[in-house]
């Protein structure tokens, strides 16, 4: 750069120099910025501003006209939203609890010392490495009668009267994804917690095994309050992203059968890209923010009450 | 007595911790597993030993066949055009905005941070019917072109975060030392920073491509000709067009999954690193 002869330069125009050092120090660190945030302000934030207008909009072929609030009226009268209100909630509870609690199985047992760790850690953060669309093949696949044995066991075991896909079935559909979104979301809870397991300091356990406590009693009185920040900000993120997962219950069953497995993601994604309706599928979206808006602020207002209080 | 039963305890705690491990390894080779199976499996054999665990004669038919005679290495390509532009872009960015979040204090960094974050936990649903009518516009439908400014995008804030925490990780004298004997920061980054955050920026490449590999939604919204098709797309259009040819369709699926395989072997080490960068700041 031409800042390399300095040493020869005359006073004068060393004060230029140092007045323009200056000033590039308060510009160089949004020069390395600016193509990150014009990206995110492109691609990100002006759609969203977009989207907000959909929403007071209807379209058609080659139109769209101002509606006002139509959109927002329609739906508070569409049976298959509500139905899709529902799925999303049982569907973000059902995953997000199996996949927390097998996932912080897991990371206790890795966080042990046992013959052939290492493989076992490698083999069982596999599947979060598992593209989400071949996630959702491949247990749909399981699911089938015909290539996968899932049916036929599940009928051995007297679960089913008959190997049929539990997919094709409204009243067990939505275990579909559910199991494959567990299987595939394990990993993050175990190696997120494994990391905050591994920064307690041994002492503490040794300390507590001293005194007498017993491993539930040193779980819960040392284990859990150190997990804890790590719990609290990996639950909402993961809260949020699986509310909004769509990609498994598309490739799984699209939704159905008769609606069953639609969640609001799924809808919106079906809305805005097969039946083409842009702007009730941003109303819909609109929603989903403010419903996931709610969310974040009513937990983080609880998790700030629990440390002024203890 | 007492050594009897805590022997005794300690046996009955082993077989417990090696049934939980083995459960968990099965639970999540067992789906892989499966769909390695079928994929060996011949069509003739299919109906008759479709739930056996093991075929009694395995064959590459399928594989040989994907590969010879369907698009898919077409698709194949193109996923790895997408993700591998998509990466280099994402890092080559999120290096300098990782780079200036970690190396200068300036007026308004809070707000960038936060933006960043904000972007982060966005739910991209959000973006489907304005991206769609977007792109549509703007010509960008049916194009990896369309499909990389998307996923570069997307990628961005995770990988900002992922590279100032490498940033962070090196200590700000030895930058400071390379200037004090007469490097330009400029220079001091290329001599001796960048050397030291190559480890960094082949995670966030590596992360980056398995996240582009995986997307199917937008590139199912934005991509309908043959030729453009993603392997994701392919895949899933692959089962809607033809009567469904078990065996082709999972020898496709176990080709898709070894680019992933290969790079998580290559970024297990930098798991927990990004992780954690990724879900303690985002």
Known sequence: MAMQSTAALTPQQERRASSKRRFSAAFEPWLYLSP???????????????????????????????????????????????????????????????????????????????????????????????????????????????????PHWLFALGLKSEPTNILSDPATAMWGPIIANVWFGVPFFAITLLAALKSIPSELHEAAAIDGANPWQRFVKVTLPFLAPTIAITVMLRTIWIATFADLIYVMTEGGPAGSTNTVATYIYVSAFKTLDKGYASAVAVLLLALLILYAVVLIRIRRSLVRYS | ???????????????????????????????????????????????????????????????????????????????????????????????????????????????????????QTFPLVMVIPPIYRIMGELGLTNSLTGLIIIYTAFNIAFATFLMQSFFDGIPKDLEEAAMIDGCSRSQALRRVIIPLTLPGMGATLGFVFTAAWSELLFALMLISSDSQKTFAVGLLTFIGKFAVDWGQMMAASVLALIPACLFFGFLQRYLVTGLTAGAVKG
């Open chain 1, 36 to 150: 990150a945030l014009v990206l995110l302000l492109v691609v990100l934030v002006v759609p969203l501003i977009f989207g907000v207008s959909y929403s007071f909009r209807k379209f058609s072929a080659f139109k769209s006209e101002y509606v006002g609030l139509a959109q927002y009226r329609a739906l508070l009268s569409d049976p298959v939203l509500g139905q899709a209100l529902m799925n999303t909630l049982w569907w973000t509870v059902a995953s997000l609890f199996l996949q927390f609690f097998l996932g912080l199985g897991l990371a206790l047992l890795l966080d042990r010392p046992f013959f052939g760790k290492k493989v076992v850690q490698a083999i069982v953060f596999l599947p979060w490495a598992v593209p989400s669309f071949l996630s959702g093949l491949t247990w749909a696949w399981l699911f089938n009668p015909i290539v996968g044995p899932l």
């Open chain 2, 1 to 119: 007595m007492i050594a009897g039963r805590s022997r005794k305890a300690r046996i009955l705690g082993g077989i417990g911790l090696y049934g939980a491990v083995a459960a968990y390894v099965i639970f999540a080779l067992f789906p892989l597993f499966w769909t390695l199976k079928i994929s060996v499996t011949p069509q003739s054999l299919l109906y008759s030993e479709g739930i056996t665990l093991w075929p009694s004669s395995a064959t590459w038919e399928n594989y040989k066949t994907v590969l010879r005679a369907t698009d898919f290495p077409r698709y194949f390509l193109n996923s790895v055009i997408v993700s591998v532009v998509t990466a280099v872009l994402v890092t080559i960015i999120a290096s300098a905005a990782g780079y200036a979040m970690s190396r200068f204090s300036f007026r308004g960094k809070t707000t960038v941070a936060v933006t960043l974050l904000l972007t």
